[in-house]
């Protein structure tokens, strides 16, 4: 057997290599394939738990009134209405701003949306639109105004306008 084995060299375990290690490759995915022949039926069952999941969770006509649709790109995106902080006017857009901070572009004005949005949603400005359940402080100011300390995870101070200081002070009842 030494003898055999003194004759092989570099390039005869290449050119063995070569030949049958594409079989071997074969073997292998044959042994593995038919050592686990269950796995097809443990797939397909977690395929279905997991589809039984989101059918549960499908909107519904009532689900679908809790939630704001935003455009972004060729996707709506669904913002629950007790995520959204505000909706504000700056430089002819119309921004909404969610808990996370994160601002999205908005298809409509804001008349528009004071008739349409929950009574949760009051005006304070010409140019803002607040949740009053996100009011996490109000600051009184010297001149008269408020300013409205928002639940956000970035920081987000609102300035009301002297004309909406009766509702501030409705929402704050003081």
């Known amino acids: ?5 003194g004759f092989i060299g570099p390039q005869e375990i290449v050119v063995l290599l070569i030949l049958f290690l594409p079989g071997a490759i074969i073997l292998f995915l044959l042994i593995r394939y ?8 443990l797939v397909a069952q977690e395929l ?15 689900d679908i009134r809790d939630y704001y649709p935003v455009k972004e790109g060729n996707k ?44 949760d949603f009051i005006r304070v ?5 607040i949740n009053k359940k996100m009011i996490s402080e109000v600051k009184k100011l010297a001149n008269g105004r408020y300013d409205l300390v928002m639940k956000c995870e970035k920081s987000r101070v609102i300035s009301c306008s002297k ?8 929402i704050i009842d003081f």
């Open 1 to 5: 057997m030494s003898t055999i084995l």
């Open 34 to 41: 038919f050592s686990r022949k269950d796995k097809p039926k």
């Open 48 to 62: 279905e738990k997991h589809f039984n999941r989101y059918e549960e969770s499908v909107f519904t006509q009532k």
């Open 76 to 119: 709506i995106t669904l913002i629950r209405y007790d995520e959204i902080v505000d909706f504000s006017a700056n430089n002819n857009f119309i921004f909404l701003t969610d808990v996370n901070g994160r601002d999205y572009v908005v298809d409509s004005n804001l008349a528009d949306l004071e008739s349409k949005l929950p009574a």
């Open 125 to 129: 400005h010409k140019s803002t639109i």
């Open 163 to 170: 004309n909406y200081n009766e509702k501030i002070k409705e």
